[in-house]
């Protein structure tokens, strides 16, 4: 019995911290996501229940209109996501043609963003090196972040640049895809043209993320991008001022990525939650048409499987490592659910080494920061660079490849002795394999998710390292994970009863 009671105490424990929505702090007040079977025609004021749709989650924009209850026309198979404001959920979760139904949640970037001493360390540790290699082709790598500082010198010459807009009349979508002025890409938090950042404590952010995939190479000043001159950045703010940021802004950038051509995306935010319908749409709009999303881990020191986007299926997740080949004292790590695919340069906490990465910031400046934020571009870039070297090789071909030429380590997070396999990514030992490989490499044909309440990458584990059988599997249909610490307070005082009178006998 008291084997079962430790069971039910680590399960509770477990469980309180992961949670299926966002936690009711994070929750936009009164928006809701909405994921429905296809293009919905909207009939205004049908309904005494209709609401409004603040605006629709896809690459064009969509004139403000009354969203019916009654009537709908579905014009495709493909999943539509809306943010919906003034209707109540359960009367949505109603409807045969809506999939799935979630709160909005503000978001925040995923870096601890503490400024070090420069320290030129990272380059090396991933297998870069300094000979210039000349690109077969131009790969887009979208940068989904806080704001950037597109004149940055370091920075410019490598912009993704939207010709039609460039060529066109200012206030003018010149290039009809329903957004204004999207020269090197646009700013969904404020919905403009303006690419600056608008968050005070995050101004480097965006654009540090951005220099460590392309800064330029040999330009005989700053920092160099691990892509070396092959990617040109598309720049993408979903960042308002701080804790107006919503998961809905952050996925409409995914969209515009896909549609935009971007091959890669890299996304260094996240929200400690379990994947939604609305989130595993987004991931699958890009998946399906081959673009390569990458995820920071997060900086909490707790299981990468608690954070989306990170913890979305066929979304590329990366922890961070410091200049010893060990996990960063803040990084999240690997669990059972088996989320984290690459590790790599992010710097370390004061508590064991004092080292940041260095990179490209606003207003001109070179800062370091540290944090899987920077981790993860170093991956999108490698990602960005292998693809560059191919006519034809597909982002997922690129993952494979990286996945088959890393370094295998055997790390265990900051003051645990648990370890797990992490793959350290090599790009010197990436390129090798390309070139003695690429005639053969497999089709990669990532197995998609179905949008549902929840992706197959759970926060619920069924680990076993307790002792306790079982499983709280969310995707199961049987458990809900956020009915769970009410499952068990209810049960806890009969266990308690049972075990008391045990002892009394």
């Known amino acids: ?46 309904s005494s229940k209709s609401g409004n749709i603040w605006k629709k989650i896809s690459s064009k924009k969509n004139t403000l209109n009354s969203l019916s209850l009654n009537s709908k026309t579905v014009s495709s198979n493909s999943s539509v996501i809306y943010s919906v404001e003034g209707v109540r959920q359960d009367d949505l979760e109603k409807l045969d043609y809506v999939k799935s139904v979630q709160s909005d949640c503000y978001v925040d970037i995923q870096s601890n963003d503490s400024l070090f001493n420069f320290q030129s360390w990272y380059l090396s540790q991933v297998g870069f090196s300094n000979d210039s290699i000349t690109p077969k082709r131009e790969i887009v790598v979208a940068i989904s972040d806080t704001g950037f500082d597109t004149n940055h010198r370091d920075l410019r010459d490598n912009l993704w640049i939207n010709e039609a807009e460039l060529n066109g009349q200012a206030g003018v979508d010149d290039d009809g895809n329903g957004f204004v002025d999207d020269i090197h890409g646009y700013d969904f938090a404020d919905d403009d043209s303006n690419l600056q950042p608008s968050l005070s404590r995050d101004t480097d952010h965006g654009t540090h993320v951005a220099g460590l995939v392309s800064a330029r190479f040999n330009n005989s000043e700053g920092i160099t991008g691990i892509s070396k001159n092959s990617v040109k950045l598309m720049m993408l703010k979903g960042f308002a001022s701080n804790r107006n940021t919503t998961l809905g802004d952050l996925l409409q950038t995914i969209y515009y990525a896909v549609d935009n ?15 939604q319908g609305a989130e595993v749409a987004a991931i699958n709009y890009a998946v399906e048409r081959g673009v390569v999303v990458v995820a920071a881990a997060g900086n909490s020191a707790v299981p990468a499987s608690w954070v989306v986007p990170a913890n979305i299926k066929n979304v590329i997740t990366v922890g961070s490592l410091n200049s010893q080949d060990q996990l960063s004292t803040f990084s999240n790590y690997e669990d059972s659910n088996n989320i984290i695919d690459f590790v790599a340069p992010g710097g370390d906490g004061s508590q064991r080494r004092n080292e940041a990465v260095i990179s490209t910031g606003y ?38 490849i990286l996945s088959n030429s890393s370094d295998n380590l055997s790390l265990a997070p900051y003051l645990q002795s648990n370890t797990e ?15 003695a490989n690429e005639s053969d490499l497999p089709q990669i044909n990532p197995e998609i998710d179905p949008v549902s309440g929840f992706g197959s990458r ?24 956020a009915k769970i610490p009410l499952i068990i307070f209810l049960l806890f005082p009969l266990i308690t009863a049972i075990l008391f009178r045990k002892k009394q006998g």
């Open 363 to 400: 207003d001109g400046t070179y800062v370091s920061l540290r944090g899987t934020s920077m981790a993860a571009p170093i991956v999108s870039g490698a990602l960005g660079f292998l693809m560059s070297q191919s006519n034809s090789l597909t982002a997922f071909q690129a993952v494979f």
């Open 421 to 435: 396999t992490y793959q350290k990514i090599n790009l010197e030992n990436a390129l090798d394999y390309l070139i």
């Open 1 to 46: 019995m008291r084997f079962l009671l430790l069971c039910f105490i680590f399960v509770f424990s477990f469980s309180i911290k992961t949670q299926a929505t966002c936690s009711d702090e994070d929750k936009v007040p009164g928006k809701l996501l909405v994921v429905t079977d296809g293009e919905i025609s909207i009939a205004q004021g049908l």
């Open 458 to 481: 759970d926060l619920a584990s069924s680990s076993s390292s307790g002792g306790c059988s079982g499983s709280l599997e969310p995707s199961s249909g049987s458990i809900d994970i």
């Open 261 to 275: 051509g971007a091959h890669i995306i890299n996304a260094s935010w996240g929200v400690e939650k379990t994947p």
